[in-house]
């Protein structure tokens, strides 16, 4: 919120009306006789902390009852919207609201309408009692001594240390002296530097240079590609202009949309060229669909909800509707049927934000196994690879066929017989050629069987070549989607009393291709935006979007110092 304050006095000396401009950059605005105040109303008759200006849609005047800013009830303050015109009396002075001009949200007016000596007189009195004048000392003196001292222990002391001035011997016993500049505690990421202002603040007197942050995070990414000039976008912005420090150990980064609105409101403009994103400027009132990322044959397509029927390919035949069944599944070794829900396979990952990755081995083999002659033996074909399927099965029957005892060799050849290689005698070249034809009829017809008719093709799609040697299979590749969002944060952990179902409607999906992803409508019902909403958890840009992306360096051709002068000495001035 930019406002522009105009605040007129006169000059005792001469009664001559002087005015004074002031621009404020602020979330909120004090109005009070507090010296902190930015709106500064000295005059003893009003309180510390009086009311607060803040964005609520629009420059907003809020006067708590007895200056009581904190945790006070909505009905205790009274709220009025800053349009132009409107005047607000406050003690003796007047404020007035005035046509903003262009890049500021308003324009502030303070003038005095009552003189200082029209109150009640024994206030007055009693007021001029507590001053400088009554023990006879001039403002401008003690002001000046003051400023003398302030001087001294606040600049010359510790500039000493830092410009090797003769006195620095002397400045290095008083230590504390640098603690008079230290505006608060660094965040939890910087205490590991402690009082080493000079990791940070290399230049005396200027403020934190964008170079001396990516000494320690040189490998921090930029909002955007270099196709869209990110130098000109954020021309005039540093990285301390959203990541404020020495404002409290926790705090790391601005947390408001004005930064974000600022640009992505009319993204179009901004970009100066096409880009895929749409205008936003607040998550209830004014955000597009949400882009999904689909993955193809030739890699990953962004698909916005709405503009087509999304249709996910995954080459897999799974229906939901079947494995969510409320009565149950047919299990292969368990009598009764088996009730599944999601986290049968969706199982959260050690961050407990998203999922594990689904596999075969662990989500689907105690149901789907992969034998192929459970008659003679529970070996199973490897998953995976259908050459090596293929491989393996026949591989088994040509050894069934030359060392199988008479039970498993009438069991899967269905005729008399036992392996050739347990008969008297030595085998000839025919009887083993006749015993491998067996084996190889037997295999053929078992892969057939696996691939196109029982086992593979239940859950992969499956494609057949005829060759010269025979048909061959191709499993095609799965494409499973683990990341729908990409550039979206969202943590499952935080949603875990919900039930799966009430975001992912899948209890009727019948095939693989159906997109359960919750549309923006449905996250809407208990987020709002950026304002407070009851029943509602606010939601500002920076709870599901970061700024910085990894793949689009900030200044590829920086490379840091030695970092000696973090490490060295860390902990101590």
């Given at each position: ?5 105009l ?28 010296a ?25 005047y ?29 003690g ?29 007189p ?10 400088l ?57 910087h ?25 320690c ?5 930029q ?19 959203c ?13 408001d ?45 962004r698909?916005r ?17 079947t ?23 969706h199982?959260?990952?050690v ?48 050894d ?50 696996l691939?196109e008719?029982?086992v ?19 499993i ?26 009430s ?7 019948k095939?693989?291709r ?11 019902e ?6 407070p ?10 709870l ?17 110092k030695?970092?000696?002068?973090f ?7």
């Open positions: 919120m930019r406002i522009l304050l605040s007129q006095s006169r000059n005792r000396a001469n009664g001559r009306l002087v005015t004074t401009r002031k621009e404020v950059d602020s979330d909120w605005v004090r109005v009070g006789r507090n902190s105040s930015e709106i500064h109303l000295a005059d003893p008759r009003i309180a510390l902390d009086h009311a607060l200006i803040v964005d609520r849609d629009g420059p907003t809020l006067e708590m009852e007895a200056g009581a800013l904190a945790g006070a009830q909505r009905a205790n303050y009274k709220s009025e919207r800053l349009t132009p015109g409107k005047t607000i009396e406050i003796p002075y007047r404020l007035v609201v005035d046509t903003a001009p262009e890049g500021f949200d308003c324009a502030l007016r303070v003038e005095m309408a009552l003189a200082s000596d029209s109150g009640a024994e206030f007055l009195q009693r007021a001029r009692q507590l001053s004048r009554s023990i006879g000392l001039r403002k401008r003196t003690v002001a000046m001594g003051l400023m003398v001292i302030i001087a001294i222990g606040a600049f010359f002391l510790p500039a000493a240390k830092v410009f090797d001035w003769p006195w620095v011997e002397g400045a290095k016993l008083l230590s504390l002296t640098d603690r008079l500049w230290n505006p608060g505690p660094v965040m939890l990421a205490q590991p530097v402690g009082m080493k202002c000079e990791a940070c603040h290399d230049v005396a007197f200027q403020q934190v240079r964008d170079a001396s942050c990516l000494e995070h040189a490998n921090i990414g909002h955007i590609g270099p196709d869209l000039k990110p130098a000109a976008l954020f021309d005039g912005q540093r990285c301390a202009s990541h404020r420090d020495h404002k409290g150990t926790k705090a790391t980064h601005k947390d949309d004005r930064l974000c609105v600022d640009c992505h409101r009319d993204i179009k403009t901004h970009a100066k060229q096409e880009v895929a994103s749409q205008n936003v400027s607040d998550f209830a009132k004014d955000h597009p669909r949400f882009r999904l990322s689909l993955p193809r044959a030739q890699g990953v397509q698909v909800e709405g503009a087509s029927p999304l249709e996910e390919f995954a080459n897999l035949n799974f229906p939901h509707a494995h969510l069944d409320p009565k149950g599944i047919k299990h292969p070794t368990k009598d009764k049927r088996v009730v599944l829900d999601c986290d049968a396979c199982r959260p990952d961050s407990k934000r998203t999922f594990e990755p689904i596999s075969m081995a662990k989500h689907c083999s105690e149901c789907h196994n992969l034998a192929f002659e459970p008659a003679v033996t529970t070996r199973q074909v490897p998953h995976g690879s259908a050459a090596d399927a293929v491989a393996a099965v026949r591989e088994f029957y040509s069934l066929a030359l060392t199988g005892t008479r039970d498993s060799f009438q069991a899967a050849f269905a005729m008399p017989g036992e392996g050739l290689l347990r008969r008297p005698g030595q085998p000839s070249a025919e009887a083993r050629e006749a015993a491998l034809r067996v084996a190889r009829a037997k295999s053929d017809k078992v892969t057939r069987e691939f008719r029982r593979c093709k239940e859950c992969h799609v499956v494609r057949r070549a005829d060759t010269e040697k025979g048909p061959e299979w191709e095609a590749k799965v494409r499973i989607n683990h990341t729908w969002m990409p550039g979206a944060r969202f943590n499952h952990a935080s949603h875990a009393t919900e039930k799966c179902s975001c992912h409607d899948v209890e009727k999906s095939t693989s159906d997109v359960a992803m919750p549309k923006i409508d449905r996250c809407q208990c987020h709002g935006g950026s304002h909403e009851m029943n509602k958890v606010t939601s500002n840009c920076l599901c979007h970061g700024f910085h992306v990894d793949q689009h360096p900030w200044d590829p051709a920086f490379k840091p030695t970092g000696k002068r490490a060295a000495s860390a902990g101590g001035p």
